[in-house]
């Protein structure tokens, strides 16, 4: 079984920047894939960009050229870098991550931290 636990949202002023961080209990490098994930009031969540063990990366298209994830294997932990936020972006943000369980894959999530862009 393996946690996630977020840390890093706030309350921004549009255009400004926020870390997000996501620190696993388990070994982040023997996972597929760990990804972030956001989810406004009233909306199905989606994904906001992901990264695979071999560091291809992935991003919403609402997104790209203002966020970037990353991971440090070393620490077992995973960042998004979110700059120029926009009010759009408001919403509570979920670390996933997948691993191998035996013959299948898992998806394991973290307790989500809120992200809120407003001045």
């Known amino acids: 079984q393996v946690q996630l636990v977020e840390s890093g949202g706030g309350l921004v002023q549009p255009g400004g920047s926020l870390r997000l961080s996501c620190a696993a209990s388990?070994?982040?490098?023997?996972?597929?894939?760990m990804g972030w994930y956001r989810q406004a009031p009233g909306k199905q969540r989606e994904l906001v960009a992901t990264?695979?063990?071999?560091?291809?990366?992935n991003y919403a298209d609402s997104v790209k050229g203002r966020f970037t994830i990353s991971r440090d294997n070393a620490k077992n932990t995973v960042y998004l870098e979110m700059n120029s936020l926009k009010p759009e972006d408001t919403a509570v943000y979920y670390c996933?991550?997948?691993?191998?369980?035996?013959?299948?894959?898992?998806?394991?999530w973290g307790q989500g931290t809120q992200v809120t862009v407003s001045s």
């Open positions: 996933n991550g997948r691993w191998w369980t035996g013959s299948r894959l898992t998806d394991y």
């Open positions: 388990g070994s982040i490098s023997s996972s597929t894939a």
């Open positions: 990264i695979t063990s071999s560091g291809w990366r």
